[in-house]
């Protein structure tokens, strides 16, 4: 096998995407992912961050590569991680990923992310298909705080109930917190 079959093999892992910190643990020097960009058979998208152009982007490409903008550090979360597991019919304009409050990313690309700096507990942290997300419990509340439209959260508690990530305790109280009448005002525009 060469190098190049061996970025291939860890973009297929990440959903297209490769960076200098997922060659370096499979042991590539990151010097062979510039140079096979320079070559023309990666395409950097940000810093340090690489897609391999020959693989179809999957329906999650755009969440690994976030997730791969922050170099690992970032879980995607408020409304993204209802669109993200399909919980509702949210299509949001920016993708919401939460760092950790002493890590500021600050590379090309940003421009495409809703940065929220602050720390998440590892227990309100999932896996879907290879992505850290916020779990949706927590989702749901950050969204309610965010200003997220009442329905669209209801829409999520039910779905989240049916899809087993909450009991139906969780969804009752959940839905009581989206309706009570203290709940945050609408999102700003």
């Known amino acids: ?21 997922d060659a370096l643990a499979a042991g590539i020097d990151p010097v062979v992912l510039r140079k096979l960009a320079a070559a023309g058979r ?14 179809a982007a999957g ?3 755009a969440y690994a590569e976030a ?7 970032g879980v995607i979360s408020h409304e993204s991680a ?25 590379r090309r690309g940003g421009e495409l992310y809703r940065v929220w700096r602050r720390n998440v507990a590892p227990a309100s942290v999932i896996i879907y298909d290879g992505l850290p997300v916020v ?3 927590d989702s749901i509340l950050e969204c309610l705080v965010y200003g997220t439209d009442a329905r669209l959260l209801f829409q999520a ?19 009581a917190r989206v309706q009570s009448p203290g709940r945050a005002g609408r999102r700003p525009r």
């Not at 990666?42 to 693989?55: C, D, F, K, N, S």
């Open 42 to 55: 990666l395409e950097r998208t940000a810093q340090g961050v690489y897609r391999v152009p020959i693989l």
């Open 135 to 137: 779990r949706p419990a």
């Open 157 to 175: 508690c039910e779905t989240a109930r049916r899809e087993g990530y909450l009991t139906d305790d969780e969804r009752i109280v959940l839905e």
């Open 1 to 21: 096998m060469n190098t190049y079959d061996d970025v291939l093999g860890v973009a297929v892992e990440n959903h297209g995407y490769v960076t200098v910190r």
């Open 82 to 106: 209802l669109d993200l597991l399909e919980l509702c019919d949210l299509n949001p304009p920016l993708i919401h990923l939460s760092v950790p409050r002493d890590y500021a990313p600050r």
């Open 67 to 73: 997730v791969a903008w922050t170099r690992g550090r």
């Open 59 to 61: 329906a999650h490409a």
